[in-house]
Each structure stands twice: as C-alpha cells, then as structure tokens.
C-alpha cells in the first residue's frame, strides 16, 4: 500500500557523486587564481549545500501550486533590475542584497523557475501525444516573456540560452513538427533583422571579431590552452594566468587556465566527465514516462549543462562568439553554481519521493 521505504534511501547517488568531481576541480582552480575569490567560492558551496539538505526534506510535489508565484516573482526580479539594478561591465545585471557584500542574478535563478513552470504546465496540460499550434503558443508565452525582459538588460547570451532550454525542452516532449519548420523559417527571416536593428555595438563587434580576427582575451585564451600541450604545466609555469594575461580566468575563461594546468588530457576528462552527466539526465528523463514535473527538471538541466559547457569552451578557442557563459559547476560564480545546485536539489527531492504520490500522477 504505502511507501515503507525512508525517501533519503531512493536519493539517486549516482548524479549526487558526479557533482564533486566538478566543484573539486572549482576550488582548486579558484585556489590558485585568487584567494579572495576562493574563500567566497567557500561561502556559496557552503550555502548551496544547506540549501541541498533543506529542500530534500520539503514535500515539492505537495506543493506544486505555488510554482507560478514563484515564476512571477522571478519576472518581478528582472523588472527590478532594470529600475535598481547594479551595473557591472556595462550590463545592468545584478540586485544586490541588502546590509551585505553580495549580489544575485534573477536571470540565472529564471532558468530554475522557468522549468518549474513548464514542468507544473505540461503536468496540468499534458502532450496527447504532441502539443498543438494553439497549446504551443500557450506554453511558449512563458519562455518568450523572460527572454525579452533579460535580453533587455542586455545579457543577450543568457536570454538565448533560456530560449533554447524552453524550446528544448517542449522538442523532448512532443511538438507537431509543422511548429519547428514554422520557427525555423521565421528565425532564418529575422536573424539578419535582428543584427541589424536589435542587437546592441558590442555584440555586432563580438560576432565580427569571432568572424574575422579574434580580440585580445580569445587571443589568451587559446596561448593558455595551447601552452599547456598534453598534461599541463605546474602554477608556477602557468603564466598566462599567474601573470594576468589571461582575463576573466576565474570565471568565461575558466577552461583556458583548467587546459593551461592540465593540458589536452586534463580537457579531454573534463568533457568526458560533462557527457556522462548529460547523458545520464537524458535517459533518467526518458525512464520516468509521463511524470512530467520531474521529467521537464531532468531534461532542462540536461540541455542547460550541455548548452553551457558547449557554448564556454568553443568561445575559448574560437568556435564562438565571446558570451558572458559559465562553465557550468566549475566557473566562480554564485548565483549560476546555487542556480544549478538548486536545480539538483529538486531533481533529487522529485525522484526519492516519486512513489509517495504516484497514484496521484497515474503514473508508471
């Protein structure tokens, strides 16, 4: 009849274990890059993990109703940015939180609640077996509105790369296929639009200089991980970041010190480690059938990861455009490494208590 089994005993330890390999390697970098930046990164690892152990032991899945608040309250975030905001590096990002040192990015947090949304939507609306034009539309309005409010502040990298997530995810689900030829032609019709007309200076400068000659940190960028040839160098022989040439090591460019200390080897377990992972939130994802909230969770995690990872390391040596992109569990950074152990925390919680409320899903 009921679940005997304790939840914390059904915790998929498996994706648990591969996070560590991750934030190890994180510390020790962050370690040798700036000791301030290091104790810092101390700081939201050890938030991240409080705030892991709180949410096992929340009943999520009783709770599914407060997930549009929650998604609304996040679109509220990203309207404050843009009256309050803090502007760092031209981009107005950030809010800070009051009577401290710190400051939180709503639009990584938006990833999360944007799942969560998607996921409490398709649970209540769900494909049968794929969703129509009319219900595409309804679930697309919620992708497309925190996409315009981010790629406003601008951060027009994170903006599409929640786009992406959203519309990937509706991909795996089920979506006519008429749906994907439709925004294909559109999108191919209004790219040369948009570059003409929305995006801003710099971001035309960035995929002219991706086109053409690379600017000075790519330049770096691409010495550091060609210097470290095939195992890497020790701190000391590491100049390109001991010595400043390479900026931003600590977080964009963190693959080029990891490559400058590691070498060709070090990267090729890297990436190895990042398909395992993504491999593994993809088939977890197709095991769990119409359980569609913890589903979406597995599937958009998955494509943020992949997109992530992807889109960090081909900008270090020149097979993208430069975007203010971490490198997913391994750059410094606060709100996208909580974001992501936010993300784990409720996967983990959805899968240990799956059994507790199956009959409620009718589910297999």
Known sequence: MGELT????????????MLLPFIGISLFLISEISYGLYLKELIYIGVGIVGFLIILFIPLRKLLWIIPFLYWFNIFLLFAVDVVGVTKLGARRWLEIPFTNFTIQP???????????????????????????????RLAVFIVIPFLLIAKEPDLGTATITLIIGFGVLFIIGVEKKIWIALAIITAVSAPIGYK????????????????????HVKQSMIAIGSGGLTGKSVEEATQTQLKFLPIASTD???????????FVGGVVLITLYFILISYLLLKAESLKED?????????????????????????????PVVGVP?????????????LILLFAIIENLLSRRGEFLHSYGVK
């Open 197 to 216: 007309f929305f995006l801003k200076d710099y971001q035309r400068e960035r995929i002219v200089a991706f086109l053409n000659q690379p600017k000075y």
């Open 107 to 137: 639009s990584e947090f938006m990833k999360t609640t944007l799942l969560l949304m998607l996921g409490y939507l398709i649970y209540r609306y769900p494909p049968r077996p794929v969703y129509t034009p009319k219900e595409f539309i």
């Open 253 to 263: 460019f963190i693959f080029a010190y990891y490559s400058e200390r590691f070498g």
């Open 6 to 17: 304790p939840f914390w005993k059904k915790l998929d330890w498996f994706l648990i274990v």
């Open 292 to 320: 569609y909230v913890a589903k979406v969770l597995l599937v958009g995690v998955g494509i943020m990861i992949f997109i992530y990872s992807y889109v960090n390391i081909a900008m270090t040596i020149r097979l993208a």
């Open 327 to 339: 490198l997913p569990l391994v750059s410094y950074g606060g709100t996208s490494f909580l974001n």
